[in-house]
């Protein structure tokens, strides 16, 4: 016996409330109120769709208003803390505006990020927010040439105006360095990935600037450069064997969360206590930093405030609303969270 059910349609819903197609599709695309149709009407439809399970087409939809109700989101790592948290806000957002959120992993990987953003095309999305890789620029030109709405979020793509939210990367890395300075730690070292990417770059120029503006002379390694296609275990390695190499080192500065966990195991590998032998500081909050013992000093990122912008401004953006003459930028001052891993120290000979 033949048990499927045949799939309902638009012309279904309205022969069996004997109204017209466009009545109906007036209703499902949210139109009705402003089309003059009674409440009462409103709501038969909607009784009706929810009783026979019916499920509008997206390609149709886009082809009847130009919106498939749709975003994508492209970022680095969804399981990383900062971007996950990023992704849940912008989803919470986006369900509160009646879109759905495509989420996908760059891995930062350049291959991998072209053809997320091709497929997000594909995939008729009203607009992107991206996590650009650092040879996105042809891929994100051509965002601009098809006039497809697009964010810039987390980082910048050197040579391209775009629409962006991101982080003052520059004056949190200042403002945490010079914490390290002001509680009597002046020879600090830097661990951070080395990738050429804008936040990156901006968060080791503000550790430079700060110690330079401290006129702090570094007669010692004082920065580490590692690379993001390292294992784990290669990663804690080289953090263990700077320490090693550089025993007049106080305190350490991580440029990113994952990093900063790597740190503490590679400071445990080598015998030493934070904050007694050496202090720790990191860019990025994360989870368990506040639940260490000791607790971890962070610059921390204002997740909710970055996403829900970026978010508003695509919408602008894809509704037309947008009047910036240039292209939008905001950068977000990070907080300076002080915690047990800092201490301030006696100065020397006192």
């Not at 002046?186 to 600037?209: A, P, Y």
């Not at 330079?212 to 010692?220: H, N, R, W």
């Not at 506040?290 to 509704?319: D, G, R, Y």
């Amino acid at each position: 016996m033949n048990t499927s059910v045949k799939k309902i349609s638009i012309k279904d819903i309205a022969k069996e409330l004997n109204l017209s197609i466009t009545t109906v599709s007036f209703v499902l695309n949210g139109k009705g109120k402003k089309m003059g149709i009674s409440p009462e009407t409103n709501n038969r439809v909607h009784a009706l769709i929810k009783k026979r399970g019916f499920k509008p087409n997206n390609a149709a939809r886009v082809l009847r208003n130009g919106k498939s109700k749709t975003i994508g989101l492209i970022v680095e790592d969804i399981s990383n803390y900062f971007f996950g948290k990023i992704a849940k806000v912008i989803e919470v957002e986006a369900n509160k505006n009646g879109y759905s959120v495509f989420f996908s992993s760059t891995e930062n990987n350049n291959a991998t990020a072209k053809k997320l953003i091709n497929k997000m095309k594909d995939s008729s999305v009203d607009g992107i927010i991206i996590t650009a890789t650092q040879g996105l620029k042809t891929e994100i030109l051509k965002l601009k040439e098809e006039n497809i709405p697009f964010v810039l979020i987390d980082r910048l793509v050197p040579g391209v105006d775009a629409d962006y939210v991101i982080l003052d990367n520059y004056i949190g890395a200042y403002n945490l360095t010079k914490h390290l300075i002001d509680n009597n730690y002046k020879k600090i070292g830097f661990v951070t990935i080395e990738n050429g990417m804008s936040q990156m770059i901006d968060r080791e120029r503000g550790f430079v600037d700060a110690l330079s503006d401290a006129k702090i002379k570094t007669g010692y390694n004082s920065i580490l450069k590692v690379s993001i296609g390292q294992s784990d275990e290669v990663i804690v390695d080289r953090i263990k064997n700077y320490v090693a190499e550089n025993p007049t080192i106080d305190s350490l500065f991580f440029s990113t969360n994952y990093l900063g966990a790597f740190g503490i195991e590679a400071i445990q590998k080598n015998n030493l206590k934070i904050p007694s032998n050496i202090a720790v500081v990191s860019f990025d909050d994360n989870v368990f930093f506040k639940l260490l013992t000791p607790s971890i000093t962070v610059a921390s990122q204002p997740i909710k405030e970055i996403a829900t912008k970026a978010f508003q401004h695509l919408m602008k953006k894809i509704e037309n609303e947008s009047s910036q003459p240039r292209p939008y930028g905001q950068i977000i001052a990070p907080d300076i969270i002080v915690r047990d891993s800092s201490p301030k120290r006696k100065p020397r000979g006192k």
